[in-house]
């Protein structure tokens, strides 16, 4: 069974394979900043009952991967049994950052104010993160860009996407009808 952690711990990242006999484990990185979050003496909340907090004794890189020990994690067996173990840590204010559960149910709109669907998520990835967006039916994957997102208005329960041509699903604009 899962910590039920508080609404505001915030995905840093996974605990993967164990490496080597001393107990270090690799980790798949969710976090922009895990030079802050992965640091000696961190103290991170885990998604395991067993280890509700692990503590951040070494870290290093090796081919592209973060590798970590943690205090009292001294053998491969401990290691192994916290794999797929969550690494939580507290949310911070951003100016121009935003969170999955500050957007989704969000209405999205075109630049006129057509309604273009709902935000259903935000997803992670190396270049730039997506907006899930519910569509008629479907789910479409918009960059979240500014030049193709230029307003997050929560105040207003929406979110403003100026789409390029195709990226959401054929629709007849209000107004327009068919002239054949």
């Known amino acids: 069974m899962l910590n039920t952690p508080s609404e505001e711990l915030l995905l840093a990242g996974i605990i993967g394979a164990a490496r080597g006999l001393r107990g270090e484990v ?7 900043r895990p030079e802050e979050v992965f640091q000696p003496g961190s103290v991170l909340t885990s998604s395991s009952d067993a280890v509700p907090e692990l503590e951040v004794s070494r870290v290093r890189e090796h081919n592209g991967r973060l590798l970590l020990e943690f205090v009292g994690v001294d ?26 559960r500050d957007l989704e149910g969000l209405v999205v709109t ?31 994957m918009v960059p979240f860009v500014e030049a193709i997102v230029p307003q ?27 002239t054949e």
């Open 26 to 32: 690799s980790v798949l990185v969710h976090t922009d």
């Open 75 to 100: 053998s491969r067996e401990q290691a192994e049994v916290l794999r797929g173990t969550e690494l939580l840590v507290e949310g911070e204010d951003e100016d121009d950052a935003w969170y999955a």
């Open 110 to 140: 075109d630049i006129d104010g057509n309604e273009l669907g709902v935000v259903s998520g935000l997803v992670p990835s190396p270049a730039h993160d997506l907006l899930l967006v519910r569509s008629e039916g479907t789910e479409v």
């Open 152 to 178: 997050v208005l929560p105040e207003e329960g929406r979110v403003v996407v100026d789409a390029p041509s195709g990226l959401f699903p054929d629709r007849t604009v209000v107004g327009e009808e068919d």
